[in-house]
């Protein structure tokens, strides 16, 4: 029988900013619930939901205080089990986030560990060192945070402690027994109310090599591929250990039947990210070689083919992605004058240089015909299926990422594509914010939204959008209602004749093929049937559009 999550969809839930049915101005669970429908409607299989448990949101949830409960902001175990037994009425299924790198600084293990002292058994479950210099006053070694500075915080008593993103985020020492044992226990937690599946926060960076002398590391401008490619041997990202970590999760899932699924945050290049996905670990990773590609047919020829290769390298299926809660929206992205790095602004706050919308939004319809008929499965991350555009001018005072204060406020980070969700034309937070909880989307205002919506938003509403047939939600609906027709058919077939220059051609389930334009100019469109259009076609696809035809 071949894996649900080989060929699903799977609709990605910020949820603090999908819709809040209390009217509190920030997304809760049953406000997930109220609007299912929308998910079920759109022809996705599934949501991913990030992060819903308890925490103090100083990095919106990915620093969790308590693994096992839903934070008070968002909701009960109740409303939870109620929204996951929802999706199930729907045919919908349920990953949750798990975010084993790291807690909370709030977290009861590491309160204890700053208690206990130096040299205790409790500050053994996280990393603290003595400092460098005479008075131990120098972090232990040069290892920068992802959000800016330095990755160690020295607390009162004069040791540092590890943090790979914000000192809120205390990393965890998967050297330890316990830190094993304990996410074992939180996996079954999960999975024994019923989950889907698990995505895995950061899931290569989880085992350091803690040998001492700690190692310093060449520091490097740009990402994450860029830092493991100047530092081979990495000390804390892609060491060959964590793999063992999988290897135990997958026996501790098959406790269950069927097994939640299981997809890891690997920003690694493809080669080395299917090392993850072979058959004993996990079961898929993101694609983010596919989103930092640029609009450009070669491009993306490159990137298909190795990322199939490399996945039938250990017997999957890739995966496609094309933005997330982490990176500039993909109008925002596509709409960028040419020549721009796009894969160094895709980590930017979408500020500099201006986009085109209107060149984005046309781009970002084809890439969407692209992305959905490629072999594997994909993930969409809410609001892209609104063509929503980067929100890049939030006033200061409203930014909640880290890295606008790590960064001594100059990159303001990534709430911009965080920006709650627009269901109605009209209203005060554009039908995001109920009065009570069943009046999702109703016209009472409610307390204003977390961050704030720009005006006009409604414009990219679901309710805009539903009865227009040239909408981007129609686009994205009508994409998923043919998909089925081909998307268990794991083979892409070049067409040798007509995928050339600007114009990307291929077969799928054997009749249907795929054109997508990158170019300019309008090319002659073969015979066929169309499925689904980015654009009005007429006997030629124009530039910066794609169809799916299917052979007569
Ligand atoms: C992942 C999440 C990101 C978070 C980070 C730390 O990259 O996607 O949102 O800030 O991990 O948990």
Redo the contacts with the bound molecule.
């Keep these: 029988m071949q894996h649900w999550w080989r060929d699903a969809v799977l609709y990605q839930v910020y949820p603090r900013s999908f819709a809040d049915a209390d009217g509190d101005g920030t997304g809760d669970i049953a406000g997930i619930t109220a609007r299912l429908g929308h998910v079920a409607d759109l022809g996705a299989d599934g949501i991913w939901l990030?992060p819903f448990y308890t925490s103090p949101w100083a990095?919106?949830g990915?620093?969790v205080a308590d693994f096992r409960d839903v934070d008070p902001r968002l909701g009960t175990l109740e409303d939870f089990d109620a929204m996951v037994a929802a999706a199930h009425a729907l045919g919908l299924r349920v990953m949750v986030d798990i975010?084993p790198?790291?807690t909370s600084e709030e977290h009861p293990w590491f309160r204890k560990a700053l208690e206990a002292g130096p040299g205790s058994p409790e500050r053994e479950l996280y990393v603290f060192r003595d400092g460098r210099g005479a008075d131990g006053g120098l972090p232990p070694t040069n290892w920068r945070s992802?959000?800016g500075g330095p990755a160690w915080t020295r607390a009162a008593d004069g040791q540092w402690y590890l943090h790979?993103?914000a000192p809120e985020?205390p990393d965890l020492n998967w050297g330890d027994p316990r830190v094993r044992e304990e996410f074992r226990g939180i996996l079954r937690f999960w999975s024994g109310r019923g989950v889907d599946g698990f995505r895995i926060?950061?899931a290569y960076a989880l085992v350091k090599d803690l040998d001492e002398p700690l190692r310093d590391l060449v520091l490097v401008e740009g990402g994450r591929f860029e830092d493991i490619l100047a530092n081979p041997d990495h000390p804390f990202l892609d060491r060959p250990e964590v793999h063992e970590v999988y290897r135990d999760w997958r026996r501790v899932l098959a406790e269950f039947d069927p097994p939640p699924a299981t997809v890891g945050?690997v920003?690694l290049p493809s080669e080395r990210r299917v090392l993850y996905t072979r058959p004993d670990e996990l079961d898929q990773a993101f694609n983010f070689d596919f989103l930092r590609t640029a609009w450009d047919a070669d491009a993306y020829r490159r990137v298909i083919d190795s990322s199939i290769a490399d996945a039938a390298q250990v017997g999957t299926v890739p995966t496609w992605v094309i933005g997330?809660?982490?990176v500039v929206r993909p109008v925002s992205v596509l709409g960028l004058p040419a020549g721009t790095d796009q894969g160094a602004w895709l980590l930017s706050d979408g500020h500099d240089p201006e986009p085109d919308l209107e060149l984005g939004t046309r781009r970002a319809r084809a890439l969407a015909l692209l992305e959905l008929s490629l072999p594997g499965s994909a993930y969409v991350y809410q609001g892209e299926e609104l063509g929503l555009p980067e929100v890049a001018d939030l006033p200061a005072e409203s930014l909640e990422d880290?890295r606008w204060v790590r960064s001594g406020h100059t990159d303001k980070g990534?709430d911009g594509c965080r920006v709650p969700l627009p269901w109605t034309v009209e209203g005060a937070s554009y039908g995001f914010s109920g009065a009570g909880g069943d009046a999702v989307g109703s016209e009472e205002p409610g307390s204003a939204p977390w961050l704030p919506q720009p005006e006009g938003w409604g414009r990219w509403s679901v309710q805009a959008q539903a009865d227009d047939p040239g909408s981007v939600l129609s686009l994205y609906r009508r994409a998923l209602a043919h998909r089925g027709e081909f998307s268990s058919d794991e083979v892409l077939t070049w067409d040798d004749t007509l995928n050339r220059g600007p114009v990307l051609a291929y077969w799928r389930g054997g009749d249907v093929l795929v054109l997508v334009n990158t170019g300019e100019e309008a090319v002659e469109l073969p015979p066929g049937r169309v499925l689904v259009a980015s654009v009005e076609t007429d006997g030629r696809l124009p530039g910066n559009a794609a169809v799916w035809l299917r052979r007569e």
């Design positions: 990030s990095d919106g990915y620093d975010v790198n790291h992802t959000f790979m993103f985020q926060d950061v945050e920003w997330n809660h982490d880290p990534r």
